[in-house]
């Protein structure tokens, strides 16, 4: 009898972590970066896909835990030079097809110039995409693909020409799909633009906060970077924090050394 119920809870076991794995690999289909800001470590903030494309401090920024949406910690950008990069690498230069999905909180409302979000930088530009605030006050995002300079131009919550309000958390969604961008604020598609199929890609450094232009004034969680296109549902499940950064490598090894059942 012993060994039947070992054996019954062996096979749940199994499919418990095939569906789990399965489940695992649809979620993180396409992740390339995903930094939850919870902690920094000698001016490094790890890479949570497991990739090893940590992201480095340049100047000022520091990690918050007065702003937080998950986890236990943000990152707060507070002067005109504070600076994060991560260095260049395959997937973050080959894509054409991305979402990037964060969630920002402005403390300030922008200088009256461009201020910067956050830019992938390639030859020649720095809109692989390139995201800022709109040269006007109050706050919009500008949020911007070449050639062309195509994309959203003055957006804000309910759409272009709304504005955003200091000291609320908005999540952020902007989603390419070949010529089709679909901007998200709050899971709502609020702006939808023609952009080039094909951008301008290549081998250059990820920004958050300054570039050549001065960094806006925010804090920012949860950024997700894929190298494809989410759906609707994604985004929200993301939004939700239902969508978690890939799971180590020797999970099912771990869960296999907890698991106590006697035999005899």
């Not at 979620?27 to 000698?42: E, H, P, R, V």
């Not at 340049?58 to 005109?80: M, N, R, W």
Request: aromatic content about 10%; hydrophobic content about 35%.
């Amino acid at each position: 009898m012993r060994s039947m119920v070992y054996s019954l809870v062996v096979v749940l076991f199994m499919v418990g972590s095939a569906l789990t794995t399965t489940y695992a690999a649809v979620q993180d289909d396409g992740l390339i970066l995903y930094f939850s800001f919870d902690s920094a470590k000698g001016g490094t903030i790890v890479d949570e896909t497991g990739g090893g494309n940590d992201a480095d401090i340049v100047k000022g920024t520091k990690i918050a835990t007065d702003e937080v949406v998950h986890g236990s910690g943000s990152i707060l950008f507070e002067d005109p030079g504070d600076s994060v990069t991560v260095d260049s690498f395959k997937a973050l230069e080959d894509y054409t097809d991305n979402s990037y999905l964060f969630w920002l909180n402005f403390t300030k409302p922008n200088s009256g110039g461009w201020d910067q979000i956050i830019a992938k930088k390639a030859p020649g530009s720095d809109r692989s995409p390139g995201i800022w605030t709109c040269n006007r006050v109050p706050l919009h995002i500008h949020y911007r693909f070449n050639p062309g300079n195509a994309g959203s131009h003055c957006v804000g919550p309910d759409g272009e020409g709304d504005t955003f309000e200091t000291g609320n958390w908005h999540h952020i969604a902007g989603v390419k799909e070949g010529t089709e961008f679909k901007f998200y604020i709050d899971g709502k598609v609020v702006d939808e633009q023609n952009v080039p199929k094909d951008h301008v890609q290549g081998e250059e450094k990820l920004y958050i906060g300054q570039t050549n232009y001065s960094a806006a004034k925010f804090y920012l969680d949860d950024l997700y970077i894929y190298d494809r296109a989410l759906s609707a549902d994604e985004v929200s499940e993301v939004m939700d924090g239902k969508l978690l950064p890939v799971e180590p490598n020797d999970k099912l090894t771990t869960t296999w050394g907890q698991l106590k059942i006697r035999r005899d």
